[in-house]
């Protein structure tokens, strides 16, 4: 007990003088100070005690939150690093799916360029024995005839300039497969660079295999007239599906190598204020267990070496890019159709 | 039903009361008998035995008695309750799990009334205190109305027991068992502790001692983030110095988290032992003691229920955990004695190790730094 509550008490029990209901009333009133007089003591023991440890416990939680901090600002950078590389892969993965799509092309772009040189040596020989002959006139005092094959000359020249600027656009073309695209439409006959991918990627796989041989069906709408696409990302796409589409019906005629005539047919439509780019193929179709994955990047069912499994994936995000979709109607056995939906305003 | 409680710090001021209650002709059926570890264990039974009074007793580490709390002494509660309206039941843990005498005992409940409520009590079983209240719940075979402790020893640490006419043991499991449709049984449970800081996680434990806490030895932790007393180090009981006051709220998803109190600190290999099982992997954060007017709440609560569901009390037991003592100190005699006072009937209860009841949540469960309250009423 407190001493000076016990002083008190004291006094009260052994004094005389004070009534013993007094008493007794004193005594219950010392006693209840007492009992308060513990209670705040011990509130303020347990108050100290606990704000102590409030005090410690937050300080040590505020050092592990800010720990915690410093990790998730370096995982941050690593992660950020790791975006930063993932993304320098991806890139690098894109340029080597252009390049190997490029290299499908080598042959075709050959083929292609050997026919405007041709022209244009053959023009050139041509031309050279006309000059000789003119020459000829010439010292001959002929001059009107030698007038008419200089003029036989200039139709050649023509040619020549023609052809060579066949050659140019073709290597031009090739140029801008390779490179990345630039972002910008620009005013494109969607039908002549349907037509000019599919002679391409046939003349390619001719050279690569002579033994492959598909017969090619074109029906392109007039209508369309020219629409805004980047002809570089558009072009690789039709490829792709050209590309796909002949490799389908190669491993057909594979397996049925009687009896079986592979068809590859690319078709354009304006209907319904949508362009469709339709290419079709009479191969084994795709099979339902892989149908929902052939879009997913590195997906490809070729054998190993064969495919980046990119392409299709590439195509897709091209496709969307334009505002348009991509998609696939099949059926096992008989073959699929890659259909390119574009709207109408492009 | 009549109850009348007694208190004596020797058997012979135990007697002197006890056979002051009888001397009106009253028989009482049943004693609730609440002890200190240092008390005459023996020669109280005998008493109730020559009596024919059957015993429902725990030790404890420290009692309360009608709003007085009490340390080192005998506390009792007489009940004259009708023999037909309970049983009591005792289990040993040894021979059969303690999850199998618990499923005994719920077996029991339902094969004796179609609406039994359990009592209990237990000894040093602080791994299986989830265990009890699951075996009871499946051998009645669904939900059922259980309150109860775990036994104490004074701190000692050593081997709280419970007991009956003729058997204790400190592995004991002890069911008063209570039929409903004739006593009216309601009671609460409440805490008070709030969590504060930040979630860890146990990332090793076995049973109910935890190795570490977010890979960090557990008792470093404890040393760490809530301070080293004095002698802390020293000694391997830590519950009374420390963590008593700041125990450790195991977090749950979707009902309200469950005390768990570090009781014995292994300096040895770092490792905590608590009253009670913590899962490996569970999440955890560590608790500031209530505020003092927790004391208001839990009788405001009592208030509740007595408003809700019971008006009336002829009995009153109360098992509060030693940490509440710990953490509230003088004021548990304003907290027992205002309870007693709500309902003005007698009132026994001890210091426990652990409790069950029925938590917030609706669900009955095993807490650490609860207060338990039983009312009884015979109907």
């Not at chain 1, 007089?37 to 939680?61: N, P, S």
Request: glycine share 8%; hydrophobic share 40%.
């Amino acid at each position: 007990m407190n001493p000076q509550l016990q002083i008190l008490m004291d006094f009260i029990q052994q004094n005389e003088h004070v009534a013993e209901e007094a008493k007794t009333d004193l005594l219950k009133a010392v006693k209840k100070v007492k009992n308060d007089l513990e209670i705040a003591e011990f509130k303020l023991e347990r108050t100290e005690k606990v704000k102590r440890t409030t005090a410690i416990l937050l300080e040590e939680t505020i050092e592990e939150l800010e720990q915690k901090r410093k990790a998730i600002e370096e995982t941050n950078i690593a992660l950020q690093q790791s975006l930063e590389e993932l993304k320098a892969a991806q890139a690098q993965l894109i340029q080597s799916e252009k390049m190997a799509s490029l290299g499908e092309l080598t042959a075709g772009i050959a083929h292609e360029i050997q026919n405007p040189l041709n022209f244009v040596n053959n023009f050139s020989e041509v031309s050279k024995e006309l000059l000789d002959e003119m020459k000829e006139e010439l010292d001959t005092g002929h001059p009107e005839v030698a007038k008419e094959i200089a003029n036989d000359v200039i139709q050649n020249l023509e040619k020549i300039l023609h052809h060579g600027k066949r050659a140019d656009g073709i290597v031009k073309g090739m140029l801008q497969h390779s490179r990345s695209s630039s972002g910008q439409k620009e005013p494109t006959d969607i039908n002549a660079l349907a037509d000019e991918y599919l002679r391409l990627a046939y003349h390619g796989l001719r050279a690569k295999d002579k033994s492959f041989n598909a017969a090619m069906k074109t029906d392109y709408d007039d209508q369309i007239g020219l629409i805004n696409i980047m002809p570089q990302d558009m072009g690789r796409v039709i490829l792709n599906l050209i590309t796909n589409a002949f490799y389908a019906v190669t491993q057909k005629k594979k397996q049925y190598p009687e009896g079986y005539e592979p068809v590859v047919t690319v078709s354009t439509q304006l209907l319904n204020n949508r362009i469709a780019i339709r290419v079709k193929d009479n191969g084994s179709g795709i099979d339902d267990k892989v149908l929902d994955k052939i879009f997913q990047p590195f997906f490809t069912t070729k054998p190993t070496g064969q495919g980046t499994g990119l392409g299709l994936s590439l195509s897709y995000d091209i496709v969307k890019a334009h505002g348009g979709e991509l998609h696939v109607e099949t059926k096992e056995g008989e073959g699929s159709t890659f259909i390119i939906q574009l709207p109408a305003g492009t | 039903m009549q109850a009348k409680s007694i208190k004596g710090n020797t058997i012979e001021e135990v007697k002197t009361a006890f056979e002051q209650c009888l001397s009106n002709g009253y028989k009482p059926t049943l004693a609730i008998v609440f002890l200190s570890i240092k008390q005459d264990r023996e020669a109280v039974c005998t008493l109730l035995n020559k009596n024919g009074i059957a015993i429902f007793g725990a030790t404890t580490s420290g009692e309360f008695i009608n709003g007085e709390t009490e340390e080192g002494s005998t506390v009792m509660m007489l009940l004259d309750m009708h023999p037909d309206h309970f049983r009591l039941e005792f289990l040993v843990t040894g021979s059969q799990t303690t999850i199998e005498n618990a499923k005994q005992i719920g077996l029991t409940g339902k094969n004796t009334f179609s609406n039994p409520a359990f009592i209990i009590a237990s000894g040093w079983l602080s791994t299986d205190g989830e265990n009890i209240v699951e075996g009871i719940t499946e051998g009645f075979g669904g939900d059922v109305t259980i309150f109860g402790g775990m036994a104490g020893d004074d701190l000692a640490l050593t081997g709280p027991l419970v007991f009956t006419s003729g058997q204790s043991h400190t592995q004991g499991l002890l069911a008063l068992i209570i039929d409903e449709d004739k006593i009216q049984i309601n009671g609460i449970a409440t805490c008070g502790w709030k969590p504060i800081g930040t979630t860890k996680t146990v990332t090793k434990s076995e049973g109910n001692v935890v190795y570490t806490i977010d890979d960090k030895p557990a008792l470093d932790m404890i040393i760490k983030y809530l301070g080293v007393e004095d002698d802390f180090v020293s000694g391997k009981e830590i519950v009374s110095q420390l963590t008593a006051l700041y125990p450790l709220q195991m977090e749950r998803d979707g009902v309200a988290p469950v005390m768990r109190t570090a009781m014995f600190a292994n300096r040895v290999d770092r490792s905590l032992i608590c009253a009670g099982n913590i899962a490996q992997g569970s999440k955890v954060r560590f608790s500031l003691p209530p505020d003092f007017d927790a004391i208001e709440q839990v009788v405001e609560e009592c208030r509740q229920l007595k408003n809700e569901c019971q008006p009336e009390a002829d009995a009153l037991i109360m098992f509060s955990c030693i940490s509440r003592r710990l953490s509230f100190g003088v004021l548990m005699r304003e907290e027992i004695g205002q309870i007693q006072e709500l309902w003005d009937a007698p009132l026994a209860g001890y210091f426990s190790y652990g409790e069950f009841g029925r938590s917030k949540t609706g669900k009955h469960e095993f807490h650490n730094n609860t207060c338990c309250v039983v009312a009884l009423k015979e109907k």
